[in-house]
């Protein structure tokens, strides 16, 4: 993602060596995404970066916070800023509610016209996965570069945590992609494929929609979007992508709790000082 970013700033010469870069934000996650990128490409544009945390309640027009942020430029001599609502108009958002809870496969019918009849990512909410690279970047070139239905984040899991899962059998392709030809959902002993298993990350097709509205419930009485991937697999195959990253499961305490501290001690601001209270906490452990 970095490298796409910089590649486009140095292209378009939207940041040039030596600039004082001004970020607006309200605090929302996509403008601290963007903070956070730019943080870690500040060293290679050697630009020097602030930010301006505006609060919409106050001010009560866009054109009012367009001074502010203008006055705070030329205050501080920075050349230009990057607003807060340029980086909203980079997607559509909205959202549905599952209604009740009756399964992956049903939650993700709820977005059936949202999506329409274009390919779509599902990325699973208490599965964190943090790389270099974007794990769902990872799958979308493997849809695109194998031409198969669609593609799946896969790993290795434990012989006792596969049946928790998904199993999934493969055949290799390339490098860290295999073809998946078939899986099932939470397998029995003897239902085994391989250890690997789905985790977190799909790129399907709108096809995967009229499967979901026909099958019947799987594992669990509940509507198994493993159950309506199975049979686009044994159709066509999947591309399974043993994905880089780090994955950390936000579905139990522990989870969040690694998750938080390996992102702290790695973080460009508060990193060190976060190693070392850890140290000192880990003396009296």
Do not use: W
């Not at 669990?220 to 991937?229: F, I, K, P, S, V």
């Not at 992508?241 to 001690?265: C, H, P, Q, W």
Request: aromatic residues 8%; contains cysteine; neutral net charge.
């Amino acid at each position: 993602m970095e490298d796409k970013i910089l590649k486009t700033i140095k292209k378009y010469k939207l940041i040039e060596s030596g600039d004082k870069v001004l970020i607006a934000v309200s605090g929302g996650p996509d403008s601290m995404c963007l903070l956070d990128i730019l943080n870690k490409l500040k060293e290679k544009l050697k630009i020097e970066i602030a930010v301006a945390h505006v609060n919409h309640g106050i001010r009560k027009e866009a054109g009012e916070e367009t001074e502010y942020i203008k006055k705070y430029c030329e205050k501080y001599n920075i050349k230009i800023y990057i607003k807060y609502e340029d980086v909203t108009k980079l997607a559509n958002i909205t959202y549905v509610r599952q209604m009740e809870q009756k399964g992956l496969g049903h939650a993700v019918l709820q977005a059936k016209k949202f999506v329409g009849d274009e390919p779509f990512a599902v990325l699973y909410g208490d599965d964190v996965i943090i790389g270099e690279d974007p794990c769902i970047g990872q799958l979308i070139r493997a849809y695109e570069d194998t031409g198969m239905c669609g593609a799946v984040g896969i790993k290795e899991v434990s012989a006792q945590d596969i049946q928790k899962y998904s199993s999934m059998k493969v055949e290799p392709l390339k490098d860290n992609i295999f073809k998946v030809v078939d899986m099932i959902e939470k397998p029995g002993p003897k239902q085994i494929y391989s250890l690997y298993s789905i985790l977190g990350r799909c790129v399907l097709p709108a096809e995967i929609f009229d499967i979901l509205e026909n099958i019947s419930y799987g594992a669990g009485n509940e509507l198994q979007l493993t159950d309506a991937m199975k049979i686009l697999a044994k159709r066509s195959g999947f591309a399974g992508v043993d994905f880089t990253g780090v994955r950390y499961d936000m579905g139990n305490k522990l989870g969040i709790l690694k998750a938080s501290v390996e992102v702290g001690i790695n973080h460009p601001e508060i990193g060190g000082e976060f190693r070392s209270y850890l140290k000192e906490i880990a003396k009296s452990l």
